[in-house]
């Protein structure tokens, strides 16, 4: 017989497979479309089991997204509070948009998905607030980068956090680990056209 440790680990580990499945489906069939029933069904069960974990699926999307948020934000604040200079900062930041990609796909594209329509209901408000603290994030970078020297004096900020903002995360639509390129590859690829460019030469006057 399980000890009360070992009750509690399965308990545990049950609960993150759960997490997984339906943030795989609230990714791929949208939140609204994803019933408690297409959860268990997919994990095998009744729906009313998946009612001693979880007592709904909003409740599991906000633990999906709470988890997802706290984890970015707080390697993002590591990024921040370094003694790295601009440039690395900034390099920094955006393979962890592709390691978070990598890593928490789904949830990337929960948020990048639902975000909005979850924003509408007050349990999910602090989604709305984690986007200004995103952009907070990317904009200090950019204006250290600017201030140091080590990007133009001409760059527009909002524009490049813009920028940055779409082409990167809107990657979680086509990127898949286990692809063609890793995820350093892909960070690689669009560090280099972010910081360098993609025209060869001197431009013509």
Do not use: C
Not at 46 to 71: I, P, W
Not at 86 to 97: F, G, N, P, W, Y
Not at 186 to 198: R, W
């Amino acid at each position: 017989m399980p000890d009360q440790a070992d009750g509690s680990t399965t308990t545990e580990s049950r609960r993150e497979e759960l997490l997984r499945i339906a943030a795989d489906l609230f990714a791929s069939k949208g939140f609204r479309n994803t019933t408690v029933r297409d959860i268990a069904d997919a994990a095998g069960i009744l729906s009313g089991s998946l009612y001693h974990h979880f007592d709904s699926k909003e409740s599991m999307v906000d633990e999906l997204m709470r988890t997802f948020q706290a984890e970015l934000f707080a390697a993002y604040d590591e990024i921040l509070a370094s003694s790295d200079d601009a440039r690395t900062k900034l390099e920094r930041a955006v393979r962890l948009s592709f390691d978070t990609i990598e890593r928490r796909g789904a949830e990337v594209a929960i948020f990048q998905n639902e975000a909005a329509t979850l924003g509408t209901s007050e349990r999910f408000g602090y989604l709305a607030e984690r986007n200004r603290q995103s952009r907070d994030v990317w904009v200090t970078l950019l204006t250290e980068g600017v201030e140091s020297g080590a990007l133009r004096p001409d760059l527009d900020i909002t524009l490049t956090y813009r920028f940055i903002r779409d082409t990167v995360w809107v990657a979680v639509r086509w990127y898949r680990p286990g692809g063609p390129h890793t995820a350093t590859q892909v960070a690689d690829q669009y560090l280099t056209i972010l910081l360098d460019g993609i025209a060869k030469g001197t431009p013509h006057a």
